[in-house]
């Protein structure tokens, strides 16, 4: 009776203790120390990222880390005079598989305690960065995002809910930023092509997700504008073993084209294998940017089979590669060299240029303060990027409004046109 | 076997050792200190004043209430529940439609508010008194408790684990799927994975609203979850219902034959399950300020499931401290410890595409060096030990 | 034996929850394809549409039956969930679709290497993943054979993390494509306008064989009987002199040899693998075990059959995302009206 309780009560210490040799070991790289060694040249800066490191995104978030870090090192870890620090945090734990709201809002409430943060980087789930927007706009931490599409975090535009953008920003302070455009954007473009292309039907899927789900209903609502007939829009289960059911069932409502709004790792390729063998070689199958990355559109590294190459066609909001600026074209060049991937993956084009735009800022903002910095985010102006030129409006969004249509060659994205897609 | 023996020593307490602590000391002087150290802790200044340590505590805290919970439901009374998640999601949900802005369009769009102050009261959607949610997502919770466990009554042994993982199930895909489901004037059931966010923070009355930055707070009220659950835990397990469950879980007919309501009686271990998990699941979606399906996962189940087999099935205090071991695993150890490690001894490697391995590696280690749990129950631990003596190394124990 | 002073018959409540225990499953079972066959007959006049749904789902189903048996042969002799099961089918897809690669086999390849190829790939994965589960249960069951019921079930959740990290490390964290060597949906011929594919047939060319010689192994051979026996009374079966540890592992062994053939013939089927797919396929397929009546073989075969149907009848008709949810939903109405499953026998647990 009596050990029983001894042994609770030294666990719970014990537990206890290391909670507080936690917070010892987190307090060191904060303010402190590493604020006096500010000269006059220049601060020591950290950016943070925040993005589900483990599960099914993984392969994405990967390639949006090793494009900042790659951004960074090209920069030779300053901005201006300031010393910049990179840390990647991950908001999905092993337990979870996927991000969680306990580590999306630890890590914001890290980043909005240190003093040295210049900007953060996240979050992937437009979910998470619902979360993360209120602390660090309470913080005022400027914040960029990679991935996010969903309308609602900036604008009231049609797609959002009621109350939004306003109620993540309590204290009115906006202070969040994005690379990626809006969904509407890019479903027009998919619209587009789709009608360019000879489609009359189409059967569509999405992946269930924010980006999927979200860029489906812009898809809807763009199709409608623009005259094409969708057959269905089906969510699907991304364990399922198949879809051929599906497919069956869109090949009986009269489908010509298959369109699926989502990313490869919510099987993407079973879904392009199923729907093309239900709707024969003719039916053209397009995809948007989560899908435009090797690990689709080749066969040896487990995308999609040769023989669907000449049906496939994917969206990609950056250019052909002879018209970016020169130092998109290093990009590539080090980053195949680096990571040995032929085509980096839109995702490492994103994460690359994100730490761009940050470390852009920090320079423009010359002091290195947040408040400046933030400022510095929001004015910038025609800047040519590896995605083109673009601005951020004074809600965040970024301006760019073309849009890249890739085919596929070979088991390679390959240019094909660019799309005007009508912002709106 | 030495436990066996202690254990029959217990009836004259005062026999045996000279310094041995009243029974009082035991129930009220160890909590208190350790109660003390807790609420003490928050004051140093490093501690209380990291947002990110504090949250991580406030949330180990709301899975020591969810451990607790499922204890009632699979320690005391041995009904194996794999579907505990379903309550948190419950829970959550009575925030999400109770306390945020979700249905904006109900009441002309003016929202309907019950004792808020504050801002709050110019939103719209429903807004109610945080103790008011409470209250709504433990009457939620022990309704949905008892109408997952009616299917069961009938069942025994693992056909209740695989049916209380497909009410889990199909909770989980509620939550995500009737995001297309439109109710009150156009606003969807559920967030599906868009989540409804941002939701009320707790409000109490006489005291300031509770902020973003300063966890301080929020901890304290999980502390006082905690303590509150811990009490009703202890009367539920000394009470005449607790006796009943032991009796079901030990040898279900001879309790069946010497008058114990059967029915009744499991029906109220998993509404009073339940009922914590609701409890908690509400607090922590204040806390994280979102109620996202992605939450609503079978690993969650799992996870709390870990923490009462890690800790002592059955056990209350092994039970807390099982909660807060996972909880620093799986927050500090190794986000923020493990995958440190290859960069401060100055290698290039990416250890977060280990991390579902070590966690695996970890939940075995830690079950097999301590098959019994870190504190296991007395009576467990009896019912083991008689078994090593009778049947030295055979077959799994069974019939828990 | 009726005595006359026994009253006549029971009462009518007694008679009505009779009526239901014996009809009401199936009732349940029928709704959806009765429902289904009405409006396809109303509809379009003919029963294509749901024979197409029948094919696929058994085709499914089989796969889904060969790692349900792997669970229910577990569990019938330790009574335990092994919760990694569903990862060490997961392997033996990873094992036979390495192997392909390796051996080069395309979808061009000629009829007698791809014979081969799949040959040697199928007794690859079988022994792949028939070792890896016995060393599993050494590793992770066997210390805890004395620790309370529950404590193995977490360390086999444990296991389950770690082989899916394997996974993810071996095959990166994106589906996979596989080589479609045998053309999977090419339609091989129709009957009454339903199209059978290759891939149909080949789940079932190699499911039904396999089940044969399970089946019969079990209940013919003396290690066999061992296992039943060890199953009935694992303390009287030693004391009967059958070496309870081999059995044991012998168990093992089969189950995982079945998810290794179950991991090719989801793999060809699929031509798409992925580290997660074990986790999901796993869940599913310990349904089907339990629906079955689990510690029984042919219920584990009939449960796989039907979920693989129900699935198939709900992704065709009423969408993929609450398929989940419908099949979980069966099986709670399964288990209300036949608590022990459909052929569930008393198992230790439930006697």
């Known amino acids: 009776m009596r050990s029983k309780y001894m042994a609770a009560t030294s666990c719970l210490l014990a537990a206890l203790a290391l909670g507080v040799a936690a917070c010892g070991d987190e307090e060191e790289p904060t303010p402190g120390g590493e604020g006096n060694e500010q000269t006059a040249e220049g601060k020591d800066l950290t950016i943070y990222s925040s993005l589900p490191l483990q599960g099914a995104s993984r392969v994405q978030t990967e390639a949006l880390v090793n494009g900042a870090k790659l951004a960074l090192e090209q920069a030779g870890g300053k901005a201006g005079p300031h010393r910049v620090k990179y840390e990647s945090l991950d908001d999905s734990t092993a337990q979870a598989g996927s991000w969680t709201p306990e580590a999306e809002s630890a890590n914001a409430l890290k980043a909005a305690q240190d003093e040295a943060t210049a900007v953060y980087i996240g979050a992937f789930n437009s979910g998470a960065s619902k979360v993360s927007i209120p602390i660090l706009s309470e913080a005022g931490v400027p914040q960029i995002s990679p991935a996010n599409t969903y309308v609602g975090l900036t604008t009231n535009d049609p797609g959002s809910e009621p109350g939004e953008p306003d109620k993540y920003y309590p204290t009115g302070d906006r202070t969040f930023a994005r690379i990626v455009p809006k969904d509407t954007i890019q479903a027009a473009a998919l619209v587009t092509l789709m009608k360019t292309d000879g489609c009359t039907k189409v059967a569509m899927t999405n992946d269930k997700e924010v980006y999927g789900a979200g860029l489906a209903r812009v898809i809807e609502l763009s199709a409608k504008e623009q005259g094409l007939e969708l057959t269905s829009n089906d969510a699907i289960d991304k364990n399922a073993s198949n879809y051929r059911s599906l497919a069956q069932k869109a090949k009986a409502a009269g489908a010509d084209c298959f369109v699926y709004s989502g990313i490869t790792a919510n099987n993407a390729v079973q879904q392009f294998k199923d729907f093309a063998a239900a709707l024969g070689s003719d039916a053209g199958l397009y995809g948007p940017d989560g899908v435009a990355e090797t690990g689709f559109v080749s066969e040896k590294d487990g995308g999609i089979p040769a023989s669907l190459n000449p049906q496939v066609k994917v969206t990609v909001a950056t250019l052909s590669p002879d018209q970016y600026p020169p130092e998109g074209q290093e990009f590539f060049k080090q980053f195949t060299e680096k990571y040995g991937v032929d085509n980096p993956d839109p995702y490492a084009i994103y994460g690359y240029e994100a730490m761009k735009l940050a470390l852009d800022a920090i320079e423009r903002s010359g002091t290195g303060e947040k408040a400046d910095i933030k400022k510095a985010i929001f004015e910038t102006k025609d800047r040519a990027s590896v995605l083109g030129t673009y601005s951020i409006d004074e809600n965040g969004d970024t301006t760019l409004t073309d849009y890249g249509a890739y085919s596929v060659k070979d088991g390679e994205l390959t240019f094909d046109q660019t799309i005007k897609a009508q912002a709106g | 076997m030495s436990v066996a023996a202690s254990e029959a020593q217990q009836t004259p307490p005062e026999q045996k050792k000279g310094f041995e602590l009243p029974g009082w000391a035991e129930k009220i002087l160890i909590p208190a200190i350790v109660l003390l150290i807790a609420i003490v802790l928050p004051l140093i200044p490093s501690i209380g004043e990291n947002a990110a340590l504090m949250q991580q505590m406030a949330v180990a805290l709301a899975y020591v209430v969810m451990a607790l919970g499922l204890n009632i439901i699979v320690g005391f009374a041995g009904l194996l529940d794999l579907g505990y998640v379903a309550f948190f999601a419950f829970g959550a949900f009575a925030v999400g439609w109770f306390a945020s802005g979700h249905f904006a369009y109900v009441n002309n769009e003016q929202g309907i508010h019950l004792l808020v102050g504050g801002n709050t009261v110019n939103l719209p959607g429903i807004h109610f008194n945080f103790l008011i949610v409470l209250v709504i997502a433990v009457i939620l919770t022990t309704i949905a408790g008892m109408i997952i466990g009616l299917p069961t009554l009938r069942l025994r042994g693992d056909y209740i684990a695989i049916v209380t993982l497909a009410f889990g199930e199909i909770i989980g895909r509620l939550a995500v799927n009737l995001d297309g489901t439109t109710i009150l004037g156009g606003t969807p059931v559920t967030a599906g994975r868009q989540g409804i966010s941002p939701v009320d923070r707790i409000d109490l009355p006489f005291l300031d609203p509770f902020t973003v930055l300063d966890k301080k707070p929020w901890f304290y009220f999980a502390l006082f979850l905690v303590v509150l659950v811990l009490f009703v835990n202890f009367r539920l397990r000394d009470s005449r219902m607790g006796r009943a469950w032991v009796a079901l879980r030990e040898d279900e007919i001879a309790a069946v034959a010497m008058g114990v309501p059967a029915v009744k009686t499991k029906l109220m271990a998993y509404g009073a399950g339940a009922a914590f998990g609701g409890l908690s699941g509400a607090y922590l979606a204040s806390l994280l300020n979102t109620v996202n399906a992605d939450q609503f996962q079978f690993s969650f189940s799992i996870l709390v499931l870990a923490m009462v087999i890690l800790g002592g099935l059955g056990s209350i205090w092994g039970v807390v401290i099982g909660a807060i071991v996972l909880s620093i695993l799986n927050n500090w150890l190794i986000p923020d410890v493990i995958n440190d490690l290859p960069s401060n001894v100055g290698l290039e490697f990416d250890m977060t595409q280990i991390t579902f391995a070590i966690y695996g590696f970890l939940l075995l280690l830690m079950m097999i060096l301590r098959p019994q749990g870190l504190l296991p129950e007395r009576r467990h631990q009896m019912e083991l030990t008689e078994h090593a003596e009778t049947t030295d190394e055979t077959l799994y124990t069974a019939r828990s | ?351």
């Open chain 3, 1 to 351: 034996m009726e005595a006359a002073s026994i009253p006549a018959g029971p009462p009518a409540s007694q008679r009505v929850k009779q009526l239901i225990g014996t009809y009401g499953l199936t009732a349940v079972l029928l709704i959806m394809p009765v429902w289904f066959a009405i409006q396809d007959l109303t509809d379009e006049g003919n029963l294509v549409r749901l024979g197409e749904n029948l094919v696929a789902g058994l085709s499914n189903g089989a796969i889904w039956a060969l790692v349900a048996i792997g669970y229910t042969l577990v569990y019938g002799i330790v009574e335990l969930i092994n919760f990694a099961h569903g990862e060490i089918f997961m392997i033996g897809s990873f094992i036979s679709a390495s192997l392909i690669v390796t051996l080069g086999l395309t979808v061009d390849s000629a009829a007698v290497p791809v014979f081969f190829g799949l040959l040697a790939a199928l007794l690859l994965a079988m022994i792949g993943s028939g070792t890896l589960n016995v060393l599993i249960e050494r590793v992770a069951y066997r210390p805890l054979r004395s620790a309370p019921k529950l404590a193995p079930l977490i360390t086999a959740v444990g296991m389950s993390f770690i082989l899916q990290n394997v996974g993810l490390l071996w095959k990166g964290g994106n589906q996979q494509g596989v080589p479609d060597l045998l053309n999977a949906q090419n339609t091989l011929f129709t009957v009454f306008g339903v199209t059978i594919e290759n891939a149909d047939v080949l789940s079932v060319v190699v499911t039904i064989p396999l089940l044969i010689v399970m089946t019969s192994f079990i209940n013919r051979s003396r290690l066999g009987k061992a296992m039943r026996a060890t199953a009935q009374d694992p303390e009287a079966a030693r004391l009967m002199g059958i070496n309870v540890d081999t059995t044991i592992s012998l168990t093992f062994l089969l189950g995982g040899m079945l998810a290794g053939a179950a991991g090719l013939i989801y793999a060809m089927y699929q031509t798409t693998i992925w580290f997660f797919q074990g986790f999901t396929g796993g869940l599913i397929a310990f349904t089907a075990a339990v629906m079955g009546g689990i510690g029984n073989l042919r219920g584990a075969v009939l449960g796989g059959l039907i979920i693989g149907f129900i699935q198939q009848m709900s992704d065709n008709r009423i969408g993929t995302e609450w398929t989940p949810a419908i099949v979980f939903g069966y099986l709670v109405l399964i288990m209300v009206f036949k608590p022990s499953g459909l052929l569930g026998e008393q198992t230790r647990d439930a006697g």
